[in-house]
């Protein structure tokens, strides 16, 4: 009873704030303003960050490239680079967001601001492949479920990692429609196209790795419960059984899911790298030498570039009445562990050659769009919005 009461009180305040905001909409549209935000205005990152990239190498400043945070303050050096970073929570906020001719995002939109038709809506999501359902296999209560429609409603172009990901989550589980980019995600040209040495050593620094140490990435995804911290594996036997394998010394990095970073990363990152804070989790996955996780499109992304992937799923039962796959976890290509002594038996047991031949064949299945230059097509299409390309893509 009480969580519906919740959910009543967020949709009636969702659709009051919505009609206060309703005459903003007579604000005139800048044609080259382009709005950006990631995971809820928390984070500069993901696709948004790598497509803002490629706006200011295509364009420089032809555009108004402007980012909405919750905690602005810890933005402010995107203002040397010559983007506005506006405060989420402010009215100056919703004037640029009724104003801007392009909106792109990787999650939701925010369902108090009105659409506007002379807008364009990129939604980029932020996951690849096709994996864990979402959309309208998620389990929900029924007013929650109207408030996600109404995040969900007004996208205009959507990015597509692959014939899967286009067809099972943006056609089937969200019900889209529309147009589909089906290029890749952006933030997987990185992990593709790799910068040289002296950037990677840069964020090994950064993360505290020392020389001569393998990163093992652990980075469980979103549990409704947040109770992920019963479940994550031993970080020393798991170091121990990685060392015996591939050799070297290895160390733990912990990186919590950005909806419960605050709820369990103290937990879970006890005896390892606490990475939660990191800014880029793509990063992560281009410095490690392993991963390990559970049902986290982040396996798309590690195995694009090569990385070797370890699912720990001590609850799969569990996951699957709750949310369950598109496809059989089973025939997936990473090894998949209920317990910790299984995961070490497939860290021994891992072959490097049958790996790449499974991963291959995944892609392949899935039917792979990405590309290298995801942000390049992403940006040339927001160009084209904007009204300052009238180029034939490369």
Not at 73 to 90: H, M, N, Q, T, Y
Not at 121 to 135: D, E, I, N, Q, S
Not at 237 to 255: D, E, I, M, N
Request: net charge positive.
């Amino acid at each position: 009873m009480k969580k519906t009461l919740l959910s009543l009180r967020r949709l009636v305040c969702t659709l009051i704030i919505k009609a206060l905001l309703q005459p903003f909409r007579a604000l005139k549209i800048k044609k080259n303003r382009v709005l950006f935000s990631s995971f809820l205005e928390k984070q500069y990152s993901c696709n948004p960050k790598y497509i803002s990239r490629e706006l200011k190498r295509l364009y420089g400043d032809k555009l108004e490239i402007c980012w909405a945070f919750r905690y602005p303050e810890k933005f402010s050096f995107l203002a040397r680079e010559g983007i506005r970073v506006l405060d989420a929570r402010s009215l100056k906020f919703v004037l640029y967001a009724l104003s801007a001719r392009v909106v792109v995002t990787n999650t939701y939109y925010k369902p108090t601001l009105p659409r506007r038709k002379q807008q364009f809506y990129l939604r980029t999501w932020h996951g690849g492949g096709a994996y864990k359902r979402v959309g309208r296999y998620e389990d929900m209560p029924p007013l929650d479920r109207i408030i996600t429609r109404l995040r969900q409603s007004g996208a205009d172009l959507y990015l597509s990692s692959s014939r899967a990901f286009t067809k099972l989550t943006l056609r089937d589980s969200f019900g889209f429609s529309g147009e589909v980019l089906e290029k890749g995600m952006p933030r997987n040209d990185l992990l593709i196209n790799p910068p040289d040495e002296e950037e990677i050593m840069r964020i090994r620094r950064e993360i505290g790795l020392k020389d001569g140490e393998s990163l093992c990435l652990y980075a469980p995804t979103y549990r409704r419960d947040a109770r992920v911290h019963e479940q994550k594996p031993d970080y020393e036997q798991t170091c121990a059984a990685l060392s015996a394998r591939f050799g070297g010394k290895w160390v733990t990095g912990y990186r919590s899911h950005h909806v419960t970073m605050y709820l369990d990363k103290k937990s879970l990152s006890q005896g390892a790298l606490d990475l939660s804070a990191y800014p880029d989790m793509q990063e992560l996955l281009l410095v490690c030498g392993a991963l390990i996780t559970d049902y986290s499109s982040s396996i798309w992304d590690a195995g694009l570039a090569g990385k070797r992937v370890f699912l720990y799923c001590p609850d799969l039962n569990e996951y699957l009445s709750e949310r369950d796959f598109y496809t059989d976890i089973h025939s997936w290509p990473f090894p998949l562990a209920l317990n910790m002594q299984e995961l070490k038996e497939n860290i021994s047991a891992f072959n490097e050659e049958k790996y790449a031949e499974k991963l291959k064949k995944h892609y392949t299945e899935l039917g792979s769009f990405e590309t290298g230059r995801a942000a390049y097509f992403a940006a040339k299409r927001i160009g084209k919005e904007c009204g300052i390309d009238t180029q034939e893509d490369a």
